[in-house]
T-cell receptor, first 107, second 114 residues
Framework: RKEVEQDPGPFNVPEGATVAFNCTYSNSASQSFFWYRQDCRKEPKLLMSVYSSGNEDGRFTAQLNRASQYISLLIRDSKLSDSATYLCVVNGRDMRFGAGTRLTVKP | NAGVTQTPKFQVLKTGQSMTLQCAQDMNHEYMSWYRQDPGMGLRLIHYSVGAGITDQGEVPNGYNVSRSTTEDFPLRLLSAAPSQTSVYFC?????????????FGQGTRLTVV
């Protein structure tokens, strides 16, 4: 079993839609959690950290449930520029990535 | 700011050849790591280092060596290239609190082994 598992996608949504990505992790000792964004053929870049209390950054909301070892990312009012692959990242002794979920936002 | 610099950006090797992928960062980060990214597999950790002189294995270390003689540099060596090592390789660094902080990535090295 992979340490970090994500919805494989792809997700194809119209502009303005709300889309949610899910991620589960297996290492209960994990200490910190992130969502990264990766554009085609580019390096990953930090989108946002994820906290137990939940956190929001504009149209993006991230949630963490430590008891269920589950992380989520909600994108509201999707824009064309949100099209990318979203990577769930779990940090413990080292940093582990999910396989990523590809999102395409269409006009 | 240069951030994390990887060289080369592209490389073609013949089976059995060896080479070194270079990674340098100018942010004085303690933690550095190497990943490979294959279609459908996400980024898989090869090796990482929590500081100069300290390295450890990740998920897929076989066929690769690393060393960390300085804080700035973390080269990845392919000992005897195999077609299965065809991949995109990313180097990353962060401030070093294990389990902590944002990682910054280099632009990647696209390696093809024929």
């Amino acid at each position: 079993r992979k340490e970090v598992e994500q919805d494989p996608g792809p997700f194809n949504v119209p502009e303005g839609a709300t889309v949610a990505f899910n991620c589960t992790y297996s290492n209960s000792a994990s200490q910190s959690f992130f969502w990264y964004r990766q554009d085609c053929r580019k390096e990953p870049k930090l989108l946002m950290s994820v906290y137990s209390s939940g956190n929001e950054d504009g149209r993006f909301t991230a949630q963490l449930n430590r008891a269920s070892q589950y992380i989520s990312l909600l994108i509201r009012d999707s824009k064309l520029s949100d099209s990318a692959t979203y990577l769930c990242v779990v940090n413990g002794r080292d940093m582990r990535f999910g396989a990523g979920t590809r999102l395409t936002v269409k006009p | 700011n240069a951030g994390v610099t990887q060289t080369p950006k592209f490389q073609v090797l013949k089976t059995g050849q060896s080479m070194t992928l270079q990674c340098a960062q100018d942010m004085n980060h303690e933690y550095m790591s190497w990943y490979r990214q294959d279609p459908g597999m996400g980024l898989r950790l090869i090796h990482y280092s929590v500081g100069a002189g300290i390295t450890d294995q990740g998920e897929v270390p076989n066929g690769y060596n690393v060393s960390r003689s300085t804080t700035e540099d973390f080269p990845l060596r392919l000992l005897s290239a195999a077609p299965s090592q065809t991949s995109v390789y990313f180097c990353a660094s962060s401030t070093g609190q294990v389990g902590g902080t944002e990682a910054f990535f280099g632009q990647g090295t696209r390696l093809t082994v024929v």
